[in-house]
């Protein structure tokens, strides 16, 4: 029996733990894996149920308010979990100021999906692919976006970034992270967001695998303000899964990677870190049914702007301009009368990096396949192509549901530097610029009112 097998018995023998999740984002949950693991009343007692030790996991500095911050009640504390650290190089995975004279990021461009080849060893850590970043990791504001391959499980391996959370899209496969806090099972059409200081391992559950990160540096993501809209619609709190307490007691050497400041350190321990029998708080993880995010739009005319259709936003210090906004464009109703219908042309002070999950985008209905990636960057103009703008200049404005589509934007106030795996090894369409080659001259000059 292969250490993976052996692994996976003692997973299934523990399945009654883990096999449920709390509802709410930003709840302040509370779970135990064994009865009486968690104190009542009191954060730190004298002694701990189980003979545990008690340690807080704090995701913003003690005074802002809300503090987000979570109890653990772990089998070890972490120093435990933590050893002297050598650097290692993680060559694919670029973070923020990543800028190369050599390439342009100026411009419109747009790829093909990222070929997974099964054939190859990657993991969570190794088949991670940037590509774009913006901001500094250093002083904790923009992001980096990336397109993540996992050909295989990680096997005593653990992960956490102290840069940034991540907000992961799949589109293809189905993994398991198994986290501190406890287990999500993750599949296309969903998201997760894991918080900055977590750690976990990632399992390759049906593959091989491949979506898209948003590594998050500044402030954490949360619901955007409704406005107008009121208190219903779009991400709706109750939708939001964090999962119940799950441990691992496990004597086995193990290896231990963390992302700080943009570089890469592993660290050797004797056993899993995945210890914590119970925990209170609202700084975990979570996941979401995107199936479940309700859009609002127009229902008589002229269309919305686009931030209508925002999932999660992560806030700037500029009020109204984000840090990023993660928007989604589901299958919906259009039905607004005497109206251009796709998204109109635009340029704009966010940076737009946008990924296909399934189906056709309305605005551009060939060559922005699933798995595809866009990119249009900070005052840069883009818009529909030829196709569409002509077929919805002169369709019958009856009502029409757009089916069968799922794509998503992440969004930032900085600009996006290509990476060099996007320029010369991703499968960049050289082309996408023609697009808009052949719009047309539609001014008729005959009419009064001219300069």
């Known amino acids: 029996m292969n250490k993976q097998d052996a692994r996976n018995i ?34 730190s007692p004298q002694k701990c149920a189980y003979g545990l030790y008690a340690e807080q996991l704090s995701g913003t500095a003690f005074t802002v308010h809300p503090p987000e911050r979570t109890w653990c009640y772990r089998i070890r504390p972490s120093v ?41 060893e990657l993991n969570w850590i190794s088949g991670m692919r940037t590509v ?40 293809q496969g189905r993994l398991r992270f198994y986290t501190e806090l406890g287990i999500i099972d993750l599949e296309p059409k969903e998201i997760a967001i894991l918080p900055r200081g977590l750690v976990y ?15 998050n540096y500044g402030q954490k993501f949360e619901l955007p303000g409704r406005g107008p809209i009121g208190a219903n619609c779009l991400a709706n709190p109750r939708d939001f899964r964090a ?8 004597e086995v050497p193990s290896t231990i990677t963390v992302k700080w400041c943009g570089q890469f350190h592993t660290t050797e321990i004797g056993q899993s870190p995945l210890d914590v029998v119970a ?3 609202n700084y975990a993880p979570v996941k979401y049914d995107l199936r479940n995010y309700c859009p609002v739009g127009s229902i008589l005319f002229d269309h919305p702007d686009p931030s209508i259709f925002t999932v999660l936003t992560a806030p700037s210090g500029s009020p109204g301009t984000a840090n990023i906004d993660f928007v989604l464009f589901r299958e919906r109703w259009l ?70 589509t799922m794509s998503f934007m992440f969004e930032t106030r900085f600009p ?5 795996f996007a320029v010369k090894e991703a499968p960049l369409q050289d082309n996408y610029i023609d697009v808009w080659a052949d719009l047309s001259k539609h001014y008729d000059g005959s009419r009064e009112g001219r300069w």
């Open 10 to 43: 003692v997973y299934s023998e523990a399945k009654a733990l883990v096999s449920g999740y709390m509802p709410g984002f930003g709840n302040d949950h509370e779970t135990e894996a064994l009865p009486g693991a968690l104190p009542q009343g009191m954060n």
């Open 80 to 120: 435990k979990h933590s050893t002297r650290y050598r650097k290692i190089d993680v060559p694919y995975w670029k973070s923020a100021p990543c800028v190369h004279d050599d390439i342009i990021s100026l411009g419109q461009y747009r790829w093909n999906p990222v070929e997974v080849d099964s054939a190859q």
């Open 132 to 171: 774009t970043t913006a901001g500094d990791v250093n002083t904790q504001v923009g992001m980096a976006s990336h397109v993540y391959l996992v050909t295989q499980s990680m096997v005593d391996d653990y992960f956490f970034s102290a840069d940034s959370e991540m907000l992961v899209v799949p589109q």
């Open 201 to 215: 391992r990632v399992e390759l559950v049906e593959g091989p695998a491949r979506g898209f990160v948003c590594e």
């Open 243 to 250: 999962p119940i307490a799950a441990f691992e007691d496990r």
């Open 279 to 281: 925990w209170h708080g």
């Open 335 to 404: 039905v607004a009368e005497n109206t251009f219908r796709p998204p109109w042309y635009h340029k704009n002070i966010m940076s737009e990096l946008m990924g296909n999950i399934y189906g056709i985008y309305d605005a551009k209905p060939e060559g922005f396949v699933p798995g595809g990636l866009s990119l249009h960057n900070m005052m840069l103009p883009h818009g529909p192509d030829r196709q569409a703008f002509e077929g919805a200049s002169n369709s019958e404005l009856k009502a029409e549901k757009l089916d069968n």
């Open 416 to 420: 996006q530097h290509l990476t060099p």
